[in-house]
């Protein structure tokens, strides 16, 4: 069955310490991976995709298909982090998307 | 460009009560999507809409739930006899054709009372 696993629902660290939120996705074709991030007050949006392979606003994600993983990271937390991230996959490219439960992730002054 | 509208941001209902909620796609997008979170689980897909066209509803609860994107104005979710079983958050996301990135609303708050 196709589903991805965020296994935290909350994540706090301190600003400046490095973040990593943990994707885990259970498909056996050729996915694309997501993340959406979702403020406080504001929509859910785009954060990047694993096919741009390009790093926005410090984080990054590399999908690593031997593990099934598709993990944010980020070296240095700054307080604006803090937000609702969701992971998301589209089998095979096509429109529907696949969610996370999504992590709550909490940067500490 | 004022993105994707949802309407109303937040609606209650009593049980047996039928919900509306709108969703007006980005300027140039012709894709709707629907989705549905309930209280501490990720996004649900609903249902796929083009103009006048369900192109994918099988997300879709078989009674109670219908959707609709007319030739003219926003796309519908519509709700009949509302439960307590579906107070969430529906998310309207639209796309341009072939796209699976996704431009979402702020979402419409539903509490049945």
């Known amino acids: 069955a196709q589903r991805v696993t965020q296994p935290e629902k909350l994540l706090s660290v301190f600003k400046g310490a490095p973040v990593e939120l943990k994707c885990n996705y259970s498909y056996s074709g050729s996915p694309e991976l997501f993340w959406y991030v979702q403020y406080s007050r504001q929509r859910l949006q785009l954060l990047l995709r694993?096919?741009?392979?390009?790093s926005i606003k410090g984080f990054t994600a590399d999908l690593n298909k031997g593990e099934t993983s598709f993990h944010l990271k980020k070296p240095f937390a700054q307080e604006e982090d803090s937000a609702m991230y969701y992971c998301a996959l589209s089998p095979d490219s096509n429109y529907q998307l696949i969610w996370g439960a999504g992590t709550k992730l909490i940067i500490k002054p | 460009n004022a993105g994707v509208m949802q309407n109303p941001r937040h609606l209650v209902r009593r049980r047996g009560q039928e919900a509306r909620l709108r969703c007006s796609p980005m300027k140039g997008h012709s894709h709707v999507y629907w989705y549905r979170q309930l209280p501490e689980e990720g996004l649900k897909f609903m249902v796929y809409l083009q103009k006048e066209n369900i192109i994918d509803e099988s997300g879709m609860p078989k009674e109670r739930f219908s959707a609709e994107f007319p030739k003219e104005g926003p796309s519908i979710l519509r709700i009949q006899q509302v439960v307590r079983g579906d107070s969430a958050a529906y998310f309207c996301?639209?796309?341009?054709?072939?796209?699976?990135?996704?431009?979402f609303g702020a979402g419409s708050r539903l509490t049945v009372l």
């Open positions: 694993h096919i741009s392979r390009e």
């Open positions: 996301a639209s796309s341009q054709q072939g796209a699976n990135v996704l431009t």
